[in-house]
């Protein structure tokens, strides 16, 4: 059986990282091993709005999420910036559970974010979370398990892979900062794009790699993956 060929990268963009996040944005990984990576983007892009809104942070995952990629680990989501004690973890059985909880966290106006793992929700059910994130005045991301080609009400749908990290500072031997490459695929205020970001340990969120050459991220033979945030279950 023919398998279907990767999507083609799109080159690193000259324009703006979009740090502020639209109301319902959805964010899907380039490969299965691009999963926690996936993840990571997503709590850090959420975190950022944490800052300045004490509000906590929803985590929402469905049985079957659990089982294929295990449970959140506090340190793991702690590297991405945000801390345990912001953190909301809703464990629900079936995706239309997970989907129902989310929405109605949104729109309650009692938390500054939400973040759903899920796999294929339908363009009705995003449609409902966009409209429940904007009556909240939070923000909602949807981490999806497959690829993201369906329709879909989010306004910036994202496709991330693992890169290897920088160098360190002071031990050539050690894995520097995480790095990733962040696929904008579709947008409502814009052509796609594409950005390499690393992790920034002093402020927990996500930063443009500096001295980039040529189209990306000069990796080293000696580079790791960048680091996960989630572990497998016991």
Do not use: N
Request: net charge positive; with cysteine; aromatic share 6%.
């Amino acid at each position: 059986m023919p398998v279907d060929p990767l999507p083609r990268p799109l080159p690193v963009a000259a324009t703006p990282y979009p740090e502020a996040c639209e109301p319902l944005e959805e964010v899907a990984a380039a490969r299965p091993a691009d999963a926690a990576t996936a993840l990571g983007f997503g709590l850090a892009r959420l975190a950022a709005g944490l800052k300045a809104d004490r509000r906590p942070l929803v985590l929402a995952t469905t049985g079957e999420w659990l089982r294929e990629r295990g449970r959140p680990f506090a340190r793991g989501l702690a590297a991405w910036g945000v801390a345990p004690d912001r953190l909301v973890w809703i464990r629900a059985e079936r995706e239309a559970e997970a989907l129902w909880a989310l929405e109605e966290c949104l729109k309650s106006g009692a938390v500054a974010a939400a973040l759903g793992c899920v796999a294929a929700p339908s363009f009705v059910a995003t449609r409902r979370l966009d409209f429940a994130a904007r009556a909240g005045a939070a923000v909602g991301l949807i981490l999806r398990a497959g690829g993201a080609d369906d329709l879909s009400a989010a306004r910036r749908r994202w496709r991330i892979a693992a890169q290897a990290s920088g160098e360190a500072a002071f031990d050539p031997l050690a894995p520097g900062a995480a790095r990733l490459r962040a696929e904008l695929v579709r947008r409502r205020d814009g052509p796609p794009a594409a950005w390499d970001l690393e992790l920034c340990d002093e402020t927990g969120g996500l930063r443009l790699v500096a001295g980039l050459a040529g189209h990306g991220v000069a990796t080293r033979a000696t580079g790791r993956v960048v680091a996960v945030a989630g572990e497998r279950a016991a």
